[in-house]
């Protein structure tokens, strides 16, 4: 069974905290563990951060998949990206610049790949999924599941 979810937010440093919440929100429905809600809070963070920051996009759109032992996060930008995006090392001082050094360390894979439409890009990482103890993942009525 896959379990998915997908929604829009506008591109702004003010809706990350709202991407956050939305993906908690979901796993939690969904039955996952509390270990796989942090990470997963910890990546959309970063990943949504990053497409506010270094593209022209007026809306991101977010999307969660589980598939077995797998969760799947994704990040669609809008395009006009400020550079290609890239692991880095940040100087001890810096405030910023570790973000996907977080979702390379959480996930199992991680990777950019072109939208289907052609303009901007996804980004995606890969993480372990398991139930909360003596749960089970099941869809809830009236949300995305297949």
């Given at each position: 069974m896959t379990l998915q979810d997908a929604f829009q937010l506008p591109a702004l440093h003010a809706f990350v905290s709202e991407a956050r919440r939305?993906?908690?929100s979901r796993l939690r429905e969904w039955g996952a563990h509390e270990d796989v809600r942090?990470?997963?809070e910890l990546v959309i963070s970063e990943l949504f951060t990053n497409a506010v920051l270094h593209t022209d996009s007026v809306e991101i759109g977010c999307g969660l998949r589980v598939t077995g032992l797998h969760l799947r996060v994704e990040v669609a930008d809008e395009?006009?990206?400020?550079?290609?995006q890239r692991l880095r090392s940040a100087d001890f001082e810096e405030e910023s610049g570790r973000g996907l050094l977080l979702v390379k360390a959480f996930s199992e894979t991680w990777g950019v790949r072109?939208?289907?439409n052609g303009q901007g890009s996804v980004t995606w990482a890969d993480l372990p999924y398991r139930p909360a103890?003596?749960?089970?993942?099941?869809?809830?009525?009236?949300?995305?599941?297949?």
């Open positions: 939305c993906v908690v942090t990470d997963a395009g006009r990206r400020s550079g290609e072109a939208r289907e103890p003596g749960r089970l993942p099941h869809p809830q009525p009236g949300r995305h599941a297949e």
